[in-house]
């Protein structure tokens, strides 16, 4: 196949006085993600998205959180890594497309430089990446700001 789509799922609690990462960017705001790594559910959405485009598994089979090599690691590491599996297997990035659910803070001013990290990491151009936020309304648990969650949809070419 010349081409392979990917979807990616993540969600992560918060909690009080943690650090909130999401795309890369350290956000201010009094709750952060309940996480083994830095809890950037953006990027391990993205991660997801990719590795199953490749059928290659999930961020967790790759990257455990049982293990101490990948405690409080930065997300964008992770990427990196996804990014070489995928090389490996002859593809290149064509676009990567996600959301962000979360009720508070709002995300608007961060989503420019998210895009910005992701895309250095993923070694593509910033214009290939796609990064939105929602609030849910006040529904659900992100609503409820128990929790966030993101999705993300990606397009793998064949080199």
């Known amino acids: 196949m010349d081409f392979r789509v990917g979807h990616g799922y993540d969600v992560h609690a918060l909690g009080e006085g943690l650090r909130l990462v999401l795309g890369g960017v350290e956000i201010p705001h009094t709750k952060g993600c309940i996480a083994h790594s830095d809890g950037d559910v953006l990027v391990h959405a993205i991660c997801d998205a990719l590795l199953g485009a490749l059928a290659l598994g999930d961020i967790g089979k790759h990257f455990p959180d049982t293990s101490a090599e990948f405690k409080g690691i930065d997300s964008l590491i992770l990427l990196r890594r996804v990014v070489e599996f995928i090389g490996e297997k002859g593809y290149r990035i064509g676009n990567i497309d996600s959301t962000i659910a979360m009720q508070r803070p709002k995300l608007r ?46 397009l793998l070419i064949k080199n």
Do not use: N, W, Y
Not at 138 to 149: P, Q
């Open 109 to 154: 001013p961060h989503i420019d430089l998210m895009r910005k990290r992701i895309a250095e990491a993923a070694g593509i151009d910033v214009e290939q990446v796609s990064v939105k936020a929602t609030t849910t309304e006040h529904l659900g648990f992100e609503g409820e700001e128990k929790g966030v969650s993101a999705t993300a949809v990606c």
